[in-house]
């Protein structure tokens, strides 16, 4: 294989607000418009940019990465696996994002509201450890990939992180925000991603070449 197949490429996602996508409030899962703050909403959309940006990086560096993998692949079965999954990623770019944003949008449109599943404290890590057994090997190797790049990302970032929950938390009148509650917490980030990349059907070797673009382009620099 010496040149990659002609595929058509899929449109980016306009963040909500922006040109041609302009919105004063966010939609709730009911329907109901939920009004954010007018500095909050800056910040948001500004937020919503630079992660757009970045995940656009992850979808123009895919291309390259699993044809890459293809050339090496060690038989023509491995090699058409990761061809296809450079198909669906381009097929699946605009919803992927739209997915994401979408995710990061809900927590935003949470945010205000004390009594919001969102504000509340996490769950204890116990908890989540019990849940390990309850799900597959493949769902288990993502979910450690995930944590994992949280926990580098906040230990690089953790002034960061500290700053942008002051920041939030300066905007919020009945909330106060920390590390549970931020939305744009490498946690709920990662985690994100996580959901919306289940629009691509692959095996669990191609979602976590996935994972690690997602690593290097958008996780190591969104905080910076």
Do not use: W
């Not at 966010?26 to 009004?35: F, I, L, P, R, Y």
């Not at 946690?187 to 996580?194: G, I, L, M």
């Amino acid at each position: 294989m010496n040149h990659k197949p002609d595929l058509r490429c899929v449109g980016g996602t306009q963040v909500p607000g922006s040109p041609g996508g302009s919105r004063d409030s966010m939609t709730d899962n009911s329907g109901q418009n939920v009004a954010l703050p007018g500095a909050l909403k800056k910040a948001h959309r500004a937020a919503l940019e630079e992660l757009l940006a970045l995940v656009a990086d992850v979808f123009e560096k895919a291309d390259d990465t699993f044809f890459e993998y293809a050339q090496k692949a060690g038989s023509p079965q491995k090699q058409e696996e990761f061809i296809e999954t450079m198909r669906v990623l381009r097929m699946k770019r605009k919803e992927i994002e739209r997915s994401f944003l979408q995710q990061i949008n809900g927590m935003f449109q949470q945010l205000p509201d004390p009594k919001s599943a969102f504000n509340r404290p996490l769950h204890d890590q116990a908890s989540s450890l019990d849940s390990l057994s309850l799900v597959g090997n493949d769902d288990l190797e993502m979910d450690v990939a995930i944590e994992g790049m949280a926990s580098k990302a906040k230990s690089a970032c953790n002034d960061g992180i500290y700053q942008l929950n002051m920041r939030l938390d300066v905007l919020m009148v009945s909330v106060t925000v920390g590390d549970h509650n931020n939305p744009l917490h490498p946690r709920y980030v990662c985690e994100a991603f996580k959901k919306a990349s289940k629009l691509v059907e692959c095996d669990i070797k191609s979602r976590l070449i996935i994972f690690k673009l997602f690593d290097k382009f958008v996780v190591a620099n969104y905080m910076n």
